[in-house]
């Protein structure tokens, strides 16, 4: 009797302290209790019992060895005979009986209890070990009268890990709750990180008690001898009975209809991918098997989510709810799934989460879910239907988004919240610019989802989703009103200024969308097409307006698409920043940055039949790994370009489901800039023909196969070196190809333009050209005796960074400084202030690198500049107001990267043009000539406003800059002009301008398809070609005060009457070849009337 009351009082202080391991191995798992706890608030026995009848050796007060108020008299003992060795000895024995009975009598009533109430699925699907394991982890805890609060983990063979929650009851959101626990979570970045690939969700039928189970990582490898036709039997002969038409006239249709996926060869193909796991649950349930395949087949090779909800079949009130995801991590479409049931009230009873691979798309996630309504009521089919669309939707709602609709203001819906959430992302760049502090993002948005002000916020959001719905648009009148009306009532209500300002540049953008993809059923984010007004601060300096913005706001991105004529071409960069500090900052610039890109584009598109463009997706992956960032880009790019295709393709879906204000088609074309990767661009062609684009090869340029890459042929570069040598000779009086000259370099040699322009420095002026500075993000090597060319080679064609360049290759007065140390930063981010050159090529750095309040570090001590040419590679390294500090303090002569690098531009315009010209074959087979011509045109192109250039800045002043934008100003305007004056012409007279276009372009491509041009090329196109070669050809021939002499109204007429007289005067010199001259007289002649014969005859009377 002393023993077993010994051993009751041991037993409550054992398995109070909340502190219980099980341990047990075999050949397949080693499982151990990782959590487990006592709700002291229960009834459970272990709490509840009265023990005070109790007394334990050693103890000598009345509460036993659990007595909070011992005497303080006595000594601390053990509670066993320290000098008895028999009695320990008994006492042990006795212990050891006592649980093993107690043990044995708990595991006798936990065995037939979970027998009976796990599920039969529960037994299928799980193998015995696991099941093994989970009864001697319930036993344990029931043993020690404890709730079943208990996370398992066990360790597979082939490396994979499972981790088994077992909690208490069955209460509504346990699921989720669970994995806010899980270990591994996106953006993991440790090495033993393994994926989410497997899901087994199960309940008691007596609702005490949920066990799920989460397995990590693939299986590499099928077991030995498995044959995926043998062990599908079941599925194949049921997939016969579907195809011989069996269950066509079934009532209740819920077999799948006859599919050419099910016929046997094409069934195998599929079950080859699919895990044995997965399987094994379709041999058991070859019906939903098929019907997954289906689901699975829809979203397969896109982005997409698709939903199915049926009934179960063995009893009302339960619903089967099959979810697959293209694309995505399965973790996360597991819990976005789990929240939106939750949200539903709907309880999760059984669900299992299987990934099949999607051949280069990644992979589907596959979630099956057995749900029924948490408070037992009826289900209405518009509750599913909601449903359907908010699972949909999911995969791309902004955390903003689901915050506000999903935790906040659950009457909002999905919808209103992410327009209210979009809107505020969209205004902060103009906001931010009358106080970036007040109007922080953060602040925008806490202010308008303040629940002071959250119902205005969603009144215009209902006024937004309400003028733009396809089924009733509100009419202009009706807009108009309602838009008063609320702005009247805010006006009324809200008393805070700053609430006051947001909400009506909420209402002003409202008015000024002209289109959206609001409506569009399976949109990937939300996308405006703005009028440009709404992106003008009422205390900005007057400047030029585009001709049309495009946002979008999706999953942790924000992207601007900002175009300033109607068709347009330019590139798209991704920016990152790594913590929130700096994305706050990006976000309150994006909308600048990307204005003046695409107007430094406009600038340099001059010589091209496109418009000058610019996007810029600013992605939140602060805090990620390197994988999950790479994976939150490629996302990113996908989100960003489908939602400008909603608002650009003109499709049946399209017509169906956006309201167009605009009226008019748009075209564009992107380019890859920062952080774009082929595998972006391969996917942007082929989404573009999926969406319906008229010209998919054209919609994205620098195709690995049928395309010109910068990088790999230099273009950006070649334009840049012809820039710099002719500054070289006209301004410094230095010949490169006889002097030695020293330049230095921002951009690594691992970069395009960077790395190129070394390898043309080192091709055309071999020795002379001393690179004396080169710095990238790595750090910065410096040598005033010029950095070892054979060295600097090495990196570039090893696409290395400048911190590989060796020591040993540095002269005695060279250094490498590496930004591993807070002097090796430094060193990099002033380099190209300090190191003295002839010239400087920014080749790479952020935007506004050099601005007004840094530009005096570029000068030395005594005023002058550390070089006195700049030749900008690089868009926007220096900004307008540093420039003409630098020009007007210290005489630096700067050729402005709008004229500078304007070879890319040239290039990809090319590259549109072949694309819709040629054939992907017809180009590859002659891409060696193309390129080569393509380059001699970009050269060629370069010269002619390089040496004009240099004349005006020679015969007018002022600074190369301004003289570079004012025969940027001139060609544009002369191209505008003449595009609206080409309407007025006869089919004709058009066609008498065509061979402009035709000469426009490298001979190789004219020959093959010029022919054809009317029919592969559109008509405004054509037109805006027409025009950029003539504007071109007038201001490089006759300077710009030709152009600025002129009245606006006059200049098409002219630039007509210009190119007739420019006939005409062909013609007179041909006659003249024929003439009885001498040849040195007939060649000054021509001469003469080729340099100003044209012009002259326009003032000659007719």
Known sequence: MIARRVLSANSIRKFARKAVVVTSSSATTNTAVLQSSCSFGSTTAACKKDYSDVIVPGSRHEYGSLGDVPSPQSKAVSWQAAHNVDIQNVTQKALIYELTQQQTRTIESVVPWFLENMPESYFRQIPEQFRMDHIKAVSSIRDANMDLYLNLKSQMPDGREVYTFIRPGTSSGTLLHMLEELRFKDGTDSA?????????????QDETMSLNMFVYGARETRPLGFDVEQLSTPILDYAGQV?????????????????????????????????????????TNPRRFLLHREIINSVSGTEGTSVNIESEESGPGYYWVDVAVANTRPRNALENVCRLLYLHKFDVTRSRLDVVKDSDNGNITMLRM??????????SQATFDVLKREIKRAKWLDSSTMNLVFDRYLWLGVVRGEIITGMCSLIHPVLAKENAIIYSKSNILDTVTHKRFIRYAADIASLFMDRFNPHNPLSEEDFESRSQELRKLISSNVEETVALEILGKMLDVVKCTLKTNVYMPNRYALSFRLDPKIMVSPHEAERELPYGI????????????VRFRDIARGGMRLVTPP????????????????????????????????GGSKAVNLIDASGMSDTSKHFLMRKSVKGFVDSILDLIVSTDETKENIVDYFGKPEILYLGPDEQVIPDDINWIIGHAARRGYGTPAAFMSSKPRAGINHKEFGVTSEGV?????????????????????????????????????????????????????????????????????????????????????????????????????????????????????????????????VDITNYKHYLQKDGTPSSKLIVEGANLFITAEARTALFNEAGVVIVKDSSANKGGVITSSYEIIAAMLLTEEEFFENKTQIVAEVLEKLRGLAKLEANLLLTEFETNGGSLPEVSQIISNCINMAKDALSVALDDLTEQDREALLPLFRAHLPKTMADLAFDEVHQKVPAQYIKNAISSCLASKLVYKEGTSFILSMPKGKLASTALKY??????????????DMADLPDEDKAKISQLLEAGGARTALNMPE
């Open 1059 to 1072: 190119i007739q007289k420019e006939r005409e005067i062909a013609a007179l010199i041909e006659k003249l």
């Open 370 to 379: 057995l749900v029924t309504p948490s408070d037992g009521s009826e289900v």
């Open 243 to 283: 195809q011989a038409g069996e269950f066509l006239n079934d009532a209740d249709g819920r077999h799948p209809a006859p599919s050419p996926r099910f016929e046997k060869e094409q069934l195998l193909k599929y079950l080859d991918k699919c895990s044995h796991n997965y399987l094994n649950f379709g041999i």
């Open 579 to 610: 913590h929130q500090e700096q994305y706050a900052l990006e976000s309150a610039r994006q909308y600048e940055e990307c204005y003046g890109l695409a107007f430094a584009q406009q600038l340099k598109n001059k010589d091209i039949p496109e």
């Open 550 to 561: 495009i946002f979008v706001h999706g999953r942790r991105f924000n992207g601007y698409h």
């Open 721 to 849: 070196n012809v820039y710099l040598e002719v500054a070289l000779r006209r301004v410094l009086g230095i010949d490169p190809t006889q002097e030695s000259f020293t330049i230095k370099l921002t951009g690594g040699p691992d970069g395009d333009v960077a790395g190129n322009e070394i390898k043309i420095l080192v091709r055309e002026y071999g020795d002379n050209a001393k690179i004396v500075g080169l710095a990238d993000v790595s750090g910065c090597a410096e040598d005033p005796d010029g950095l070892d060319h054979e060295e600097l080679l090495r990196l570039v064609n090893n696409t290395l960074s400048i911190s590989h360049f060796s020591k040993d290759k540095l002269g005695p007065n060279g250094k490498l400084s590496i930004c591993d140390t807070d002097e090796g930063i430094k060193a990099r981010n002033s380099m190209h202030n300090r190191v003295i050159a002839d010239a400087f090529i920014p080749c790479g750095g952020r935007p506004n690198t």
């Open 192 to 204: 033993e990180y393994q994926p989410l690939t497997r899901l087994h969700v199960f309940s008691s």
